[in-house]
């Protein structure tokens, strides 16, 4: 089954503590992507990547880092966490052309205390 | 850049009428693809119509449609024989059609949705 999974689905950690979510998909997308998900703001989007080794910064990239040192997986990771960083993450990926569909994973709630 | 623009936070529709959700956006492009995804309590975002902005004629998913306004630049959601499960949030989308670029989706606010038994 083609799919886009994300660990953890949730997690509550404290300011400070580094921390890793994992996006892994099982399609050979070339593309993928990180959005954040907050009330009346929408989704905006993080990073995103084009391929292995290929990253770049996406509208809201501060405090975040990501890698892509394979195709399949897209980490994202916060380095030191804020409370300004609760929120819910989503992890799409798709064909490296803007006329594919991207498909999202479940989605990751994380709150900082 | 891009924006989109859902001015409307939520809407409520009796069971089995239907209901149109209001979309804007504001481009300079000329090619473009605009979405609408749907965000059941589940979280899942799942896509429900896509709209090329070169194509003319309206896009239909079963009860789902859209009317695709582009001089206006406005792109709404029809549901037709609402259901149920019909009530989520829904989220119109932009995105450029350029290729070897940034596939970023613009998203709007969001929408809830409730349909009433």
């Known amino acids: 089954e083609a799919q886009v999974t994300q660990n953890p689905r949730y997690l509550i950690t404290v300011t400070g503590k580094k921390l890793t979510v994992t996006c892994s998909q099982n399609?050979?997308?070339?593309?993928m992507s990180w959005y954040r998900q907050d009330p009346g703001l929408g989704l905006r989007q993080i990073y995103y990547?084009?391929?292995?080794?290929?990253?770049d910064k996406g509208d809201v990239p501060e405090g975040y880092k990501v890698s892509r040192k394979e195709k399949r997986n897209f980490p994202l990771i916060l380095e030191s966490p804020s409370p300004n960083q609760t929120s819910l993450y989503f992890c799409?990926?798709?064909?490296?052309?803007?006329?594919?569909?991207?498909?999202f994973g479940p989605g990751t709630r994380l709150t900082v205390l | 850049a891009q924006t989109v623009t859902q001015s409307q936070p939520e809407m409520s529709v009796q069971e089995a009428e239907t209901v149109t959700l209001s979309c804007t956006y504001d481009?300079?492009?000329?090619?473009?693809?605009l979405f609408w995804y749907k965000q059941p309590p589940s979280r899942q975002m799942i896509l429900v119509i896509r709209?090329?902005?070169?194509?003319?004629q309206n896009a239909t998913e079963n009860r789902f449609s859209v009317n695709f306004q582009k001089a206006a630049k406005s792109f709404s959601l029809k549901i037709s024989d609402s259901q149920l499960g019909d009530t989520a949030m829904y989220f119109c989308?932009?995105?450029?059609?350029?290729?070897?670029?940034?596939?970023?989706?613009?998203f709007g606010k969001g929408i809830t949705l409730s349909v009433r038994p």
């Open positions: 799409a990926s798709s064909w490296a052309q803007a006329s594919d569909t991207q498909y």
């Open positions: 399609m050979n997308h070339e593309y």
């Open positions: 990547s084009m391929n292995v080794e290929v990253t």
């Open positions: 481009t300079s492009e000329n090619n473009y693809y």
């Open positions: 709209q090329e902005a070169y194509k003319q």
């Open positions: 989308a932009f995105m450029n059609h350029y290729t070897g670029a940034n596939s970023k989706l613009t």
